[in-house]
């Protein structure tokens, strides 16, 4: 069995919002990381991988994106406590609200961090990195396609 967690790639002009996890996390603790959770067992449901995202970003830092959401893409990993963890990544336009960490147990800090920044910084996970560089394509692929 996986645990489901969706995680939201939010950008704003040519800045990513990143969180360092708290050093609290039983998963990689201080990493930079995009904001998610976990997929919550809601029934029989439409959307549920946009709404988990969209809840968890403002759960976490207060921030509203916009609809619709983009699938970037999925990655399985073992979490650092033995858990099957499925992970979707999903593009999003911030809306509003300002970042900060609303519970130190889940967040240490907050960056708003270019792609460059992102894929150099010496927190910056493998993952992390080709989630970003995903989500930059298929962000520049809608920005050209689009008025998004």
Known sequence: MFIVNV???VYKEDKWLIIQRSLKEEHAAGAL???GGQVEDEG???DILE??????????????IYKPLHYVHSTSFISDSGKKVVDIVMLAKYESGEAHPKSKDEVENILWLTTEEILTHPST???VRES?????MVKDRLITSTAY
Do not use: D, K, M
């Open 51 to 64: 709404r988990t995202a969209i809840r968890e970003v403002y759960e976490e830092v207060g921030v509203t």
């Open 33 to 35: 990381s995009l904001v």
């Open 125 to 127: 996970g493998p993952i």
């Open 44 to 46: 029989n449901s439409s």
């Open 132 to 136: 970003i560089t995903r989500a930059q």
């Open 7 to 9: 995680e939201a790639a």
